[in-house]
């Protein structure tokens, strides 16, 4: 099983942007981030194919991008003009892709925390 680890979690202010790497151990297949705010269920925020055909949650959409780096098994989450109620742990999942939008994980990461304050 592929072994993801986040990095580039912290602390910002409102409007302010942060960029998330999410670096696997193997060759990895769709990748997805989701985010969890206190007390809210996990949520997708974007996905990726292998190919680099993306998909985002309405919320996000012009604000992050979502990409990838085959040859370093590496996916990353830039996020720009952070909200406060986008506090949340970041995780990345590799998994499958359906379609044009539905992501199924598989193996996730242990999370990374975001924290906006305005």
């Known amino acids: 099983q592929v072994q993801l680890v986040e990095s580039g979690g912290g602390s910002v202010q409102t409007g302010g942007s942060l960029t998330l790497s999410c670096a696997a151990s193997g060759s990895i297949k769709p990748m997805g981030w989701y985010r969890q705010a206190p007390g809210k269920q996990r949520e997708l925020v974007a996905s990726?194919?292998?190919?680099?055909?993306?998909n985002y949650a309405d919320s996000v959409k012009g604000r992050f991008t979502i990409s990838r780096d085959n040859a370093k098994n590496t996916a990353y989450l830039q996020m720009s003009s952070l909200k406060a109620e986008e506090t949340a742990v970041y995780y990345c999942?590799?998994?499958?892709?359906?379609?044009?939008?539905?992501?199924?994980?598989?193996?996730w990461g242990q999370g990374t925390q975001v924290t906006v304050s305005s």
């Open positions: 999942a590799t998994g499958f892709r359906y379609g044009t939008s539905r992501f199924v994980p598989s193996s």
């Open positions: 990726i194919t292998r190919g680099g055909t993306t």
